[in-house]
């Protein structure tokens, strides 16, 4: 069976620091993996997805950025982080569309707690 | 632009049934989606429709009509666990999450 694992699943940094969020995906090959943001009471934004290695769809401009170094690891970044960039991250993959019989459903890591201060 | 809509929170009875609707406007349609999240942890999935019609899944019942925009999740014999909040969502033309604000269900005793 599949399963998706991220981490770390909590960290408090301040204004400026760099940041390093890592996803990785076990029991599939070729997923379409994904990274959210969920600011408190508010809905899912999705920040990239990628369809393959090295290939990153942003749909946010911001300062973060993702990477897709290997076919089953995504690593989500930023050079200096501010204010705004406290939430809750979580990564998610699915299968390549019309792989799934269940509509490319999208499954989620334990997701990340993230505090700027 | 695309949109989804659901009520931003709902209250229930332990014991009871609970409907949980959710309204779309998308650029085309690859299916529905609900998942259910609790309080400070990831959203699991819960049910997927692409045809009209009912899904059900034991005490989970997830109905779409196309024609309307429009799907509930209904929930029976609610249960202090199933307090959480509903997440609609639906997969557009080019195989893309729109996503709702999710509902957040409170269960009573």
């Known amino acids: 069976s599949q399963t998706i694992h991220q981490w770390p699943a909590t960290l408090v940094q301040p204004v400026g620091s760099p940041l390093s969020l890592e996803c990785t995906v076990e029991g599939t090959s070729n997923p379409n993996l994904y990274w959210y943001r969920q600011a408190a009471g508010r809905g899912l934004q999705l920040l990239f997805y990628?369809?393959?290695?090295?290939?990153i769809s942003s749909e946010v401009p911001q300062n973060l950025s993702a990477s897709r170094p290997q076919d089953r690891q995504f690593i989500l970044s930023s050079k200096k982080l501010l204010l705004s960039d406290s939430g809750f991250y979580l990564c998610a993959w699915s299968a390549t569309p019309g792989t799934d019989g269940a509509g490319n459903t999208i499954y989620f890591g334990e997701g990340s707690w993230l505090t700027v201060v | 632009g695309q949109n989804i809509d659901q009520p931003t929170e709902m209250t229930a009875t332990e014991g009871a049934i609970v409907q949980i609707n959710c309204t779309y406007q998308?650029?085309?349609?690859?299916?529905l989606f609900w998942y259910q999240q609790h309080a400070g942890e990831a959203p699991t999935f819960l049910s997927y429709?692409?045809l009209d019609g009912l899904e059900e899944k034991g005490r989970f019942s997830s109905f779409l009509s196309r024609s309307k925009g429009y799907s509930y999740l209904l929930l029976k014999e609610l249960q202090m666990k199933d307090s959480a909040s509903y997440l609609c969502a639906v997969m557009d033309s080019n195989y893309q999450l729109i996503w709702g604000a999710g509902t957040k269900l409170i269960i009573k005793p």
């Open positions: 990628s369809v393959g290695i090295g290939q």
């Open positions: 998308t650029s085309g349609f690859n299916g």
């Open positions: 429709n692409v």
